[in-house]
């Protein structure tokens, strides 16, 4: 009885010392240090939408009826050490589960103006493709870039871009890409690599109005199948199928410099064309484009609108199978276009609410939707490029 | 055609060698005005500045214009205010100018935040930090050259950093540096006479932008008219803070020349207190073109407002 009395008062006496003792103790003994944390933050985009057609035409390129959590992402950006910065970015849909969307690695200096980028990323072709979901003016990508890249051209590559030293803003990006983009790539061998370059231009026309045009092209080995569930062979008389792309992109964007917070209007548009080089045989062009609009015209409210436009010829689409083939047929020269118009109220940089109507056809059919779309950050989100 | 690419390559490269030398002055680039003043002021004709922002515009809010990236890339020095202030833009820019100069750690990049003292920074938040409570700034008040004194030390920084850079013109940086603490240390003595009457004044701000000016010249800060900084008042905040300036026989609310004065003009002309629009950065207004221009007319405006005039 003594003895348990004994360790209870041992207890009592030095239990002021043991949280004494554990309050100053830090990494260097616990070796859990948060420091050097990255900064982290999630993006939750929801949205709800209902349409005049039982089935939607483009479910996977689009909005699907009802509601639904659209994307889920978490970013982690922090510098490796002296020479380089990572980022990551894990983003997640209820259907297609997470995946590593972005996880990179950029040079922080270097002896020339020149920085690298190593890892998979969202590839510099154009300007729309560099927009994570959340970053997007819309709802859904244009349907072009939905066409060609399904929806975005985001490979395990390597980006080298140069900021070439000429009176305006030039960047000049070349890329190897490793080519898994089965709809265009996914080559025979292992070392069918995509090549890419890009050419972005910014011209201050004056403080107010800024103008960029930009160019890009990207190659690349294409394997000899269909890219349906069977991964069907195509004719075993082809030898070599090479995919090529280039666009061209517009931005035009005022913003005044006096009262910029609470007024701006952009001007944005891409044009893109992909075709297939079969055994020296150029295809017809897979071709399209959007245009879209967005007026600031108070700190929290916009009005925005977007106009896309594709065209698939006939004989591409067994390579480029989208929109749904049962509906449409497999063998028709395909073409379709959406007029979107949204209203956006953007309390903080941080959450914005978006209602958005769109007109879509498809070849001779139509579908009307309406949407609404919440948009949420949390955490610490660097700010986006210009 | 493959002489001819091969050309232009060469051209390119030699132009990047040749920007790097291109000017005989140091490329000095500040992220806001007061500090590209400060740094005209220390540097004298040895360096050549230019301002990322200009006065009209709110540091906070700035776009990373890609053109803003190509100054920067020809800069030997970068002076920045910190504490937060250029966050959303200013990381990019640096990325984006691929300079090794001024990147993160490199001898070009100068944080100027670093003069003030723990006990010097105000508004710091103390406690759990979270965005319910508006654009907070976590490591306090990031506009601390409203206050002379803090930019006295930034004009003693900013020229042991150019002296640094430039050793050959160490002399010079030096008495430009005493010349420009004379000048300053004369209006300060100046502007603490026409501040008197200020002293244990109350006024009420529409944003916390004033903190450091208000501290030095012993104004009262009673309330902002943003219940949460950043957020626009809503009606019913509105009205509490016009309860309060009955209330309280407060004279004047202040609002800064970028932000939309409207809010701030309504609650001012419904209690009965004088609005002031000051300008919130150097050359935001006429007759702020200098460092010392713009607190001299910060000074002016309010000695000769009903805050100076007791009530």
Not at chain 1, 254 to 279: C, H, M, V
Not at chain 1, 325 to 351: H, K, M
Not at chain 2, 150 to 173: F, M, Q, V
Not at chain 2, 273 to 299: H, K, N, Q, R
Request: charged content about 25%; proline content about 5%.
């Amino acid at each position: 009885m003594k003895r348990p009395c004994l360790y209870l008062l041992a207890l009592i006496v030095f239990l002021p010392f043991i949280k004494a003792s554990a309050q100053t103790a830090d990494a260097s003994a616990t070796g859990i240090s948060r420091s050097f944390n990255p900064a982290i933050s999630v993006n939750t985009l929801f949205y709800a939408m209902s349409s005049s057609e039982d089935t939607q035409m483009w479910p996977e390129m689009g909005l699907e009826s009802g509601m639904h959590l659209q994307e889920a992402s978490v970013e982690m950006t922090s510098n490796v050490d002296v020479y380089l910065t990572s980022k990551l970015v894990l983003a997640g849909t209820e259907e297609e589960g997470i995946e590593f969307e972005e996880a990179y690695v950029t040079t922080l200096r270097l002896p020339v103006p020149v920085s690298i980028r190593a890892g998979k990323m969202l590839n510099t072709f154009g300007r729309h493709n560099l927009y994570h979901l959340h970053h997007m003016a819309f709802a859904e990508p244009p349907m072009i870039l939905a066409q060609v890249f399904g929806p975005d051209l985001n490979e395990v590559s390597m980006e080298a871009s140069w900021l070439v030293p000429v009176p305006w803003y030039m960047d000049l990006t070349g890329g190897v890409l490793n080519g898994s983009n089965e709809y265009l790539f996914d080559g025979e061998e292992q070392d069918d690599y995509a090549y890419l370059v890009h050419l972005d231009n910014v011209w201050g026309l004056s403080d107010e109005w800024t103008l960029r045009l930009g160019g890009s092209f990207l190659t690349g080995e294409k394997g000899l199948y269909y890219p349906d569930e069977d991964r069907t062979p195509v004719s075993a008389e082809i030898d070599e199928i090479v995919s090529e792309v280039w666009g061209t992109d517009l931005h035009l964007k005022w913003r005044p410099l006096e009262g910029g917070k609470y007024r701006s209007f952009t001007l944005q548009g891409e044009y893109l064309e992909a075709r297939l080089n079969i055994d020296d045989d150029r295809t017809d062009p897979l071709r399209g484009y959007f245009v879209q609009a967005i007026a600031q015209f108070k700190q929290k409210y916009r009005l925005q609108a977007r106009y896309g436009f594709f065209n698939r010829p006939e004989d591409l689409h067994l390579y480029f199978p989208r929109p749904l083939e049962a509906e449409f047929g497999p063998s028709n020269d395909l073409d379709g276009e959406r007029y979107s118009f949204a209203a956006a109220y953007v309390p903080t940089e941080f959450s914005a609410y978006r209602i958005q109507y769109n007109i879509i056809r498809v070849g001779d059919d139509y579908e009307y939707q309406v949407a609404a779309q919440l948009n949420v950050t949390i955490g610490s989100h660097p700010a986006h490029k210009y | 055609m493959k002489k001819n690419i091969a050309l232009f390559v060469c051209l390119l490269v030699l132009l990047t060698a040749v920007s790097a030398y291109a000017f005989g002055k140091l490329q000095v680039v500040a992220s806001v005005p007061s500090l590209a003043s400060i740094t005209e002021s220390v540097g004298g004709d040895n360096i050549k500045v230019s301002s990322i922002t200009r006065g009209v515009q709110d540091a906070h809010y700035i776009e990373a214009k890609p053109s803003y990236m190509v100054t920067l890339s020809r800069a030997d020095l970068l002076v920045y205010s910190g504490m937060e202030l250029e966050i959303g833009w200013l990381p990019i820019l640096i990325k984006g100018a691929r300079n090794s100069k001024v990147t993160v750690g490199s001898e070009g990049h100068l944080n100027v935040a670093q003069v003030l003292s723990e006990d010097e920074i105000l508004g710091k938040v103390s406690g759990e930090v979270d965005r319910s409570m508006g654009d907070v700034h976590p490591l306090g008040n990031p506009h601390y050259l409203l206050n002379p004194y803090n930019g006295l030390k930034a004009g003693r920084l900013i020229a042991g950093k150019l002296a640094e850079l430039d050793p050959d013109n160490k002399d010079e940086y030096e008495k430009d540096l005493e010349k420009f603490q004379a000048e300053l240390k004369a209006k300060i003595e100046e502007w603490e006479k026409k501040a008197v009457p200020l002293k244990g004044g109350k006024v009420v701000c529409y944003h916390p932008h004033w903190s450091y000016l208000l501290d030095w010249l012993g104004l009262e800060n009673d309330g902002y008219v943003e219940k949460r900084p950043g957020i626009p008042p809503t009606a019913r905040d509105s009205m509490k803070v016009i309860k309060k300036i009955k209330e309280k026989n407060i004279p004047v609310v202040i609002v800064s020349s970028w932000k939309e004065p409207s809010k701030a003009r309504k609650v001012a002309e419904a209690s009965g207190a004088e609005l002031l629009i000051l300008p919130g950065e150097v050359g935001a207004m006429p007759g702020t073109d200098s460092y010392i221009e713009w607190i001299d007319y910060l000074v002016d405006t309010l000695a000769s407002s009903p805050a100076g005039k007791g009530g």
